[in-house]
């Protein structure tokens, strides 16, 4: 196969620049100092000047470039980072999600700091940096503090809206501990709508009965109902904070009776557990992150 000559970038490719570089078919002549400025990596690499006047050195022309390619590094993630390393003042923001992912990616195989303080510090108010994606990234570069909030953010979201895009970007395992635990809240909203609180009656309670049906036709028909909604948004406690007691079947309820009843409801804390299940499954995905 005829390879076709490469191409000097238009922009990145400086007349005073001195070290020549290669990526698909794309050359760049690039200052040395800029590069070890920003990257502990290029610094390293031009730390022992080369003898010139015996040897060819990678990088000393278009002839002879320092080769990208065989480190399988992607035109398109270079040039990023030179928009980065050169033109910073330039970008406009939001700058496209593929520019941040490049920048990342680079930053950390050629230990950039400025570049992945510049990504940690832009992507999360980006309009397409999606749960899914900074779950991928957390577990790509172990960035571990971003696992957690967007492992929520997708709890919360209706298994609808999760797509398959989606689960590709988490992985496997972020996805199964994600419908794992979505099943179990589920599961644990069945059972709390199905199983009432017991009623702690007051001393001015005349009717015990009358009193505990009461408080049960609420739970079914007023908690419960709302609970298992399948539009509901809001969380058990949520709900049960809403309530009014003046107003349906609560208001003919002995009000100190309804006002012990809640007392005990909140001492228990029945709500946590939903809490656990995220809790329990955050510490599990953060471990299985650390482990890759
Ligand atoms: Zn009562």
Same mark, same amino acid.
């Given at each position: 196969m005829v390879?076709?000559?490469?191409i000097?970038?238009a922009?990145?490719?400086?007349s ?5 570089l ?5 050359l760049?002549?690039l200052?040395k100092t800029r590069?070890?400025?920003k990257?502990?990596?290029?610094l390293d690499?031009f730390?022992f000047p080369?003898n010139?006047s015996?040897t060819?050195v990678?990088?000393q022309?278009?002839?002879h470039?320092l080769?990208?390619?065989d480190s ?10 030179l928009?980065f390393?050169?033109d910073q003042d ?7 999600l593929?520019?941040?992912l490049?920048v ?12 992945i303080k510049y990504?940690k510090?832009q ?5 397409e940096?999606?749960p899914?994606?900074q779950i991928?990234?957390?577990r ?7 696992a957690?909030?967007a492992?929520?953010?997708l ?5 609808d809206d999760i797509?398959l895009?989606?689960?590709k970007?988490?992985?496997i395992v972020a996805?199964y501990?994600?419908?794992q635990?979505?099943?179990?809240v589920?599961d644990?909203k069945v059972a ?8 702690h009656?007051?001393?001015?309670c005349d009717d015990e ?14 908690f419960?109902?709302?609970?298992? /909604? %399948?539009?509901?948004?809001k969380?058990p406690? !949520?709900?049960?904070l809403?309530? =009014? $007691?003046?107003?349906?079947v609560l208001?003919?309820? /002995? %009000?100190?009776?309804l006002?012990?009843?809640? !007392?005990?409801i909140?001492e228990? =804390? $029945?709500f946590n557990?939903?809490?656990?299940f995220?809790?329990?499954?955050l510490i599990d995905l953060?471990?299985?992150i650390i482990?890759l």
């Amino acid at each position: 196969m005829v390879q076709s000559s490469p191409i000097r970038d238009a922009r990145y490719y400086f007349s005073d620049g001195v070290v020549v570089l290669l990526c698909q078919g794309v050359l760049y002549k690039l200052h040395k100092t800029r590069l070890s400025m920003k990257s502990e990596f290029f610094l390293d690499l031009f730390k022992f000047p080369q003898n010139t006047s015996t040897t060819v050195v990678d990088g000393q022309d278009d002839d002879h470039p320092l080769r990208l390619d065989d480190s399988g590094i992607q035109n398109v993630d270079f040039r990023h980072l030179l928009v980065f390393l050169y033109d910073q003042d330039e970008i406009v923001a939001p700058a496209a999600l593929q520019f941040h992912l490049s920048v990342l990616k680079l930053s950390m195989l050629w230990r950039i700091p400025s570049g992945i303080k510049y990504v940690k510090q832009q992507l999360p108010s980006h309009p397409e940096f999606t749960p899914a994606i900074q779950i991928q990234l957390s577990r790509q570069y172990d960035i571990i503090d971003w696992a957690g909030p967007a492992f929520r953010d997708l709890i919360e979201q209706p298994l609808d809206d999760i797509k398959l895009a989606d689960s590709k970007h988490m992985g496997i395992v972020a996805f199964y501990k994600l419908i794992q635990v979505k099943h179990r809240v589920a599961d644990y909203k069945v059972a709390m709508a199905f199983h009432p609180p017991d009623v702690h009656h007051s001393f001015g309670c005349d009717d015990e009965n009358a009193c505990s049906r009461l408080w049960e036709s609420f739970w079914w028909g007023g908690f419960a109902k709302q609970l298992l /909604h %399948p539009n509901n948004k809001k969380k058990p406690a !949520e709900i049960l904070l809403e309530l =009014n $007691p003046n107003k349906g079947v609560l208001s003919h309820m /002995h %009000p100190t009776c309804l006002q012990y009843t809640m !007392e005990g409801i909140w001492e228990n =804390n $029945p709500f946590n557990d939903e809490q656990e299940f995220m809790d329990e499954a955050l510490i599990d995905l953060s471990s299985w992150i650390i482990s890759l």
